[in-house]
Nanobody
Framework: VQLVESGGDLVQPGGSLRLSCAASGFTFSNYAMNWVRQAPGKRLEWVSLIGRGGDTYYADSVKGRFTSTRDNAKSTLYLQINSLRPEDTATYYC????????????WGQGTQVTVSS
């Protein structure tokens, strides 16, 4: 299993980014996928899950601003982040679920998002 995130950047508050996660080594369409983030000096925070069928779930802290989508043909997971806030600064990880559920197993290496003026 390999998960490779990209798209992190330095952006101003109020800006937008789209993160991508290229997956390989497993049948992507069979598994739910997650985004998890970790801000400097803080605990890991689960951000979102997208199920096999495209159903989505979000942490309250990002609901309405973050949108997770998936392209099963490309084995790629996306996270559209709008209205970025300084508190969104974190390393964002793409994380595979064990099945179509919230239990997780494989992690990517992460991509850094920094929100600052």
């Amino acid at each position: 299993v390999q998960l490779v995130e990209s798209g992190g950047d330095l952006v101003q508050p109020g800006g937008s980014l789209r993160l991508s996660c290229a997956a390989s080594g497993f049948t992507f369409s069979n598994y739910a996928m997650n985004w998890v983030r970790q801000a400097p000096g803080k605990r890991l925070e689960w951000v979102s899950l997208i199920g096999r069928g495209g159903d989505t779930y979000y942490a309250d802290s990002v609901k309405g601003r973050f949108t997770s989508t998936r392209d099963n043909a490309k084995s790629t997971l996306y996270l559209q982040i709008n209205s970025l806030r300084p508190e969104d600064t974190a390393t964002y990880y793409c994380v595979k679920s064990l099945g179509d559920n919230f239990f997780i197993d494989y992690w990517g290496q992460g991509t850094q998002v920094t929100v600052s003026s």
